[in-house]
């Protein structure tokens, strides 16, 4: 093996079986973090979550925003979502994860949480509408918050910290073998705002 050919190939991996998870660690200068971070702030089309749990209608004290390629429709917790056309911010940090990740996307989902109030449950990112076993880039901004793994059947834990300007990238079979989450936390009182870009088939 060339342990050389491409720097993300030579990441290790955080999951000891059943998927791949590489952290990238900080990919941006502070300036530069700061200043994406303000940017999507003020120009990125926010809004409070929608879910449908267990029959009930639930807000999400959370904000969040769908951007892509096209006006992709795209169904996610019970509840169809339309994308917004990329900003040229977004078009940017794109290019840069693809390039960093060595991937391709369509789509990104952001997450705006005003402190540690705010957080996202237990879940896995394996709906429908998304690629199997593509890989998804998760770029985070702001606060630095801890990201946590669950293996589904051994319940096996894996946990790290995301930084300002930091890449997270799952791949493989991640999705069907783990959960993930961002648990709430009482210290932060900043906000965050993390990006998934994903590739959606239709
Ligand atoms: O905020 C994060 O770091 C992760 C968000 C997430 O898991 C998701 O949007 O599916
Ligand atoms: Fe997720």
């Known amino acids: 093996m060339d342990l050389f050919s491409s720097t993300h190939n030579a990441l290790e991996n955080l999951l000891p079986f059943d998927g791949i998870v590489q952290y990238h660690g900080v990919i941006f200068s502070s300036e530069k973090a700061d200043y994406f971070f303000q940017r999507l702030l003020e120009t990125i089309e926010w809004r409070q979550d929608e879910a449908i749990l267990f029959g009930k209608r639930i807000i999400t004290k959370r ?72 890989a998804i880039g998760s770029l985070s901004l702001g606060a630095e918050r801890k990201f946590a793994f669950k293996h589904k059947r051994s319940g096996e834990k894996r946990e790290l910290k995301l930084e300002h300007g930091s890449l997270l990238v799952m791949t493989g079979t991640t999705q069907s073998h783990w959960l993930h989450r961002l648990p709430p936390t009482k210290k932060i009182i900043t906000p965050r705002i993390n990006l998934t870009f994903r590739t959606i088939v239709q």
């Open 63 to 134: 904000k969040v925003a769908w951007y892509g390629d096209q006006t992709f429709e795209y169904t996610y917790s019970n509840t169809t979502k339309k994308a917004f056309p990329w900003t040229p911010e977004l078009l940017v940090l794109k290019k840069i994860v693809e390039s960093e990740s060595g991937e391709t996307y369509n789509s990104c989902l952001l997450n705006l949480y005003h402190n540690g109030d705010e957080g996202m449950a237990w879940h896995s990112d394996r709906e429908k509408d998304l690629k199997k076993n593509g």
